[in-house]
């Protein structure tokens, strides 16, 4: 904001780092907060920029600011790198308002792949907690940017979600062929040669693509009589690259949508997927799924789940061409980021593996305080953050990459700080202790065993493993 802005709109600023002429200021929809106070639990500057207060105290005069704002604030300039985790943070993000519980550990995955891609995403999105939160007719959480251009989102059923984004894909793949055809034989034209071909040699690259399309789009509005024009003219959504994404829980990924994932990513197709792993079946009442651990306790495991979670992540690093990363937004936001980023520009099959914090978890400190048990959760060993990317071991690098140090913090310490976990203490004291000791060992295990296996993909001399 500038000056004049910030006096118009009533907010209070200070002078923004890596500007010389712009103030900062947060401004905050006060009628559509959920008072989670996530948002004031992980500012860096706790306490001084964020502070939560009852509603009546304040709301009104908030609402104000946010509403200048949105109407006001035109500047898109961003001082900072867009690849990193503070300009990112600038783009504006094309998913807003969600109807998902406070705190929810999810739904901020899904606003920061708007903010990177949304403008041209498609979005294939299971039945579960994604779908609600993300489409609680009749509104939507989902918007779109000053052009009017936003995710297009679709939801099938529970079971057949990632077939169902890969007939997206290849939709897509076959309607930018058309195009591609319809560009050729207008590339014959001398008056659109040199605009038709900037394109054809761009199409799939992300910036060229979308420069040499807005320029081709305006040259065939302006020639709509030339039938290939028109076409294009009619069809310029698919002049940009798309972004093909598969939005889902676990219950989905690991379990009833499991075969047709498998079959997804076996296709080689470019797509991504992400899972919003909760390691429940949250939408339906908390159930234990495939992603349940050991010790964990839920429905139709009311004493402890006895048997190990199912290592996903193993699973599609097997295949040897499928991009695979966890990660774990609240413990390492940059690894988040970049994770996302790899998967998007990786010309094949991606699958993120995304820890989410769950109001079935019974977390004791409070949701507010989701991003901070993502950190817990990685410090104790609990959830492990990795990058597998096969375009590395191409140019003779290592694909694998171990994002987390090694467990610094008490594995009991932190499961105990979920209900799900403290309450089979109360029930059945016996039970829980050889459960936790057993699920102690397990994670340990996992991380051992990530390390052992990056070593070995270590290129030797020559280039060779």
Known sequence: MNEEEVEASGAKAVKMKGSDDKLFAIAVSAMDCTGCGSCASVCPARNKALEMIPAEEGSEEAQKVFDYAVKHVTSKVIPFKEDTVKGSQFIKPLLEFSGA??????????????????????????????SIWGCSAPSTPYTV???????????????????????????????????????????????????????????????????????????????????????IADNCDM?????????????????????????????????????????????TGGQASKATPVGAVAQFAANGKAVRKKNLAQIAMSYGYVYVAQIAMGANPDQTLKAIRE??????????????????????????????EMKKAVRAGYWNLLRYNPELEAEGKNPLSVDS??????????????VRYNSLTLKFPERAKKLFAEAED????????????????????GGEY
């Open 101 to 130: 519980c406070p705190g929810c550990g999810e739904s901020p995955y899904a606003k920061l792949i708007t903010q990177l891609y949304g403008d041209r995403m498609f979005i294939a999105n299971a039945t579960g907690c994604s």
């Open 145 to 231: 940017n000053t052009q009017g251009r936003g995710p297009a989102w679709a939801n099938s059923l529970f079971e057949d979600n990632a077939e169902f984004g890969l007939g997206m894909a290849i939709s897509m793949k076959a309607r930018r062929n058309a195009m591609k055809s319809a560009v050729m034989r207008l590339a014959e034209n001398p008056g659109f040669k040199e605009t038709a071909w900037a394109w054809i040699k761009g199409m799939d690259d992300v910036d060229v693509a979308e420069e040499a399309g807005r320029a081709l789009v305006e040259l065939c509005q302006a020639n709509l009589t030339n039938e290939d024009a028109k076409y």
């Open 239 to 283: 002049l940009p690259k798309p972004s093909i994404w598969m939005f889902g829980g676990d219950g989905w990924a690991y379990d009833i949508g499991y075969g047709g994932l498998d079959h997804v990513i076996a296709s080689g197709e470019n797509v991504n997927i992400m899972v919003f792993d909760t390691e429940v079946y949250s939408n």
């Open 343 to 372: 998967a998007e520009s990786y010309n094949g099959p991606s699958v993120i593996i995304a820890y989410a914090p769950c109001i079935n978890h019974g977390v004791k400190a409070g949701m507010n305080k989701s991003m901070l």
């Open 405 to 418: 140090p090694v467990p610094t913090e008490s594995y009991n310490e932190f499961i105990m700080g979920e």
């Open 442 to 461: 397990i994670a340990l295990e996992r991380y051992n065993s990530l390390v052992k296996q990056k070593k070995s993909l270590e290129p030797k001399e």
